[in-house]
């Protein structure tokens, strides 16, 4: 079973399109994490969110914006996205160990959102 | 920032077989160095990992060792079987925020067990 749930699997939209992409997990982490992953690539980073609040943004696009409403959900909203951003976008949660302190735990990653733009 | 380099890029081996894949990374204040599995079309798994208080680590057939002093770590996979084929990533780990850990991927490997 996949503990971090990614919705949708799929999505085609148009450059002039706006939508979402959802992410949850129940495992109590409390780091979220956004990536961005082309064909035979390994995982970019884009976001990383500790205890609901945005910790890393690695220089991505304004057209890419996250949102982290509770410790189980992290939402990635898409606007005016470039035919270069079709690619999988996969989402991971991790444990923290308290504040400021770093962790060592494993990233779980959900299956992805494939997602085409025209 | 982090940097991840991963050998080879492909690696055929036959059924029965062992395989390995090495990795060396930049930031000696790394920690943490997980293996992730992606088959095709499917997310990255977690297989194995290793922290830096430790050398060595095994699992069944699946084995990760670290060597601080070089910065490098390697996986081995014994008794290879047709279902161990897929990319292979491994990872370091930093803390840059100091909260939230940030992990640096290597290229990949493509491992294709043959029968």
């Known amino acids: 079973d996949t503990e971090v749930t990614q919705t949708p699997k799929h999505l085609v939209m148009g450059m002039t399109n706006k939508k979402s992409l959802k992410c949850e997990q129940h495992?109590?982490?409390?780091?979220m994490y956004w990536y961005k992953q082309k064909a035979k690539k390994p995982p970019e980073l884009m976001f990383v969110y500790s205890y609901e609040k945005l910790s890393i943004n690695e220089s991505v696009p304004s057209r890419f914006s996250p949102e982290c409403p509770n410790s189980s959900l992290l939402n990635l909203h898409l606007h005016a996205l470039q035919p270069e951003d079709s690619a999988l976008y996969l989402c991971?949660?991790?444990?923290?160990?308290?504040?400021?302190?770093?962790?060592?735990?494993?990233?779980?990653f959900g299956d992805g959102t494939r997602l085409s733009i025209l | 920032g982090e940097n991840v380099e991963q050998h080879p890029s492909t690696l055929s081996v036959q059924e029965g077989d062992s395989a390995v894949i090495k990795c060396t990374y930049s930031?000696?204040?790394?920690?943490?160095f997980p293996w992730y599995k992606q088959e095709l079309g499917k997310r990255p798994q977690l297989i194995i990992d290793i922290r830096s208080n430790v050398g060595e680590k095994k699992d069944q057939r699946i084995a990760v060792t670290l060597n601080k002093t070089a910065k490098h770590f390697s996986l081995h996979i014994t008794e290879t079987q047709p279902e161990d084929s897929a990319v292979y990533f491994c990872?370091?780990?930093?803390?840059?925020?100091?909260?939230?850990?940030?992990?640096?991927f290597g290229s990949g490997t493509q491992l294709t067990v043959l029968p």
């Open positions: 991971a949660s991790s444990r923290v160990l308290g504040q400021g302190r770093p962790s060592n735990q494993p990233q779980h």
């Open positions: 930031d000696s204040a790394s920690n943490y």
């Open positions: 990872a370091a780990s930093s803390t840059p925020s100091g909260s939230a850990r940030q992990l640096t």
């Open positions: 495992m109590g982490h409390r780091a």
